[in-house]
């Protein structure tokens, strides 16, 4: 085997291993049972206590497929410099953050508003607006309901005025993980192709 398709097998398989954990091909969807026993771990003075009927509805008509949860945020103290929801919320990202990282879930976008132009609902602007991809139900489900983030949700209390949250599903996006990994790995393959037939031309 050459250098050439040594390097292209083991970039190929790299990738199949990315996609099977970032896709997560070995889950399967929640069943009622699941769902019920992830809630159960909820305290009642938890923030979330009060949307457990939500949260198991979207739990148990799980399809398996990857979900995209949008988040529109307004802080306590607005957007006075002197505020420190802000600073509480990021306290709550960073402690997220690694649950999110070890699920496969991450960040996809992250705006700040500008002003508001047509808001029926709410009197203030927008401060921030960012969507996060959960690679399924069960890993939404599963973090939020961990010990791990209930010790971090008091800071979420803390910085939040209002907000609204809802999950949504992917119809079309150029912006996929799965596209700029396979393109690092095609490019890495590439420069790594003319430097060994370079080397061998010599």
Sequence with gaps: MTN?????????????????????????????SEVDAYLANLSDDSEFDEIREQMRQLGITDDGA????????????????????????ASYGRGTMPLLLSRASHPVFY???????????????WQEV????????????????????????????????YDEFFPTRSVFSIGSLRFVIFFALATIYGLATLVMRRLTNR
């Design 130 to 161: 960012f969507l996060v991809r959960y690679r399924s139900r069960r890993d939404f489900i599963s973090m939020i309901t961990s010990d791990a983030y209930q010790e971090n949700l008091p800071y979420r209390t803390a910085g939040i005025k």
């Design 111 to 125: 705006t700040v508003g500008i002003q508001t132009l047509m808001s029926p609902r709410y009197e203030e602007s």
């Design 4 to 32: 050439e398709r040594a390097l292209l097998l083991l970039l190929s398989v790299t990738y199949v291993v990315f996609l099977a954990w970032y896709d997560g091909w070995w889950m399967s969807p929640l069943t009622e």
């Design 66 to 89: 990857e979900m995209f949860m949008m988040n529109l945020n307004v802080y306590k103290g607005g957007a006075g410099e002197d505020s420190t929801g802000i600073e509480d919320y």
